[in-house]
């Protein structure tokens, strides 16, 4: 049991990194634009649809100091983690339904979209907080259904 969660905390953590590698190209590289995003979600002068997106902006606030290196470590920090705790939820998720081998290979086939995924604008969601939130919603679903069917049964 050890071996197995060690192996898909490595896979994980290996491809949260890979993620930060793909983010810190692109922030480092557009970190104007980044602060720039930054301070006008907070102070609510963004124009639409990034008006409406200020979860990751406010969330990261407290770890920027205004200078452009602490926009870019807050914002790779926040992708790193929400990256890993997306394929963490996505596979709890798939384990619903399929054995682990399964599921991991899913969360894999996600895993190398996920650049696709995070870099196409105004059809894609903008951040891994966003899927995190999805997967929630649907364990709540989840939960739901299971404790209506459950109660529907005869004794």
């Known amino acids: 049991m050890l071996k197995r969660v060690c192996f898909f905390a490595f896979i994980f953590l290996h491809i949260a990194l890979y993620m930060w590698n793909i983010e810190a190209r692109k922030h480092i590289q557009d970190v104007s634009l980044l602060m720039q995003l930054h301070n006008e979600t907070v102070n609510g002068t ?3 649809p ?3 997106r200020v979860l990751v902006p406010y969330v990261l606030s407290p ?3 205004g200078t452009p290196r602490s926009y870019v ?3 790779l920090l926040g992708d790193t983690l929400a990256s ?3 394929l963490w939820l996505l596979f709890k998720w798939c384990l619903v339904f399929v054995n682990e081998t399964y599921a991991m290979l899913g969360v894999l086939l996600v ?5 696709l995924m995070m870099n196409w604008w105004f059809y894609s969601v903008s951040t ?5 939130l999805w997967l929630l919603g649907l364990f709540c679903l989840k939960h739901i259904w299971d ?3 459950s109660s529907s049964l005869p004794p």
């Open 46 to 48: 963004m124009a639409e």
């Open 50 to 52: 990034y008006l409406y």
């Open 63 to 65: 770890l920027i100091d």
């Open 73 to 75: 470590i807050a914002y």
């Open 84 to 86: 890993m705790a997306m």
């Open 111 to 115: 895993a190398f979209t996920m650049p």
């Open 128 to 132: 891994p907080l966003e899927v995190c």
């Open 147 to 149: 404790s209506r069917s």
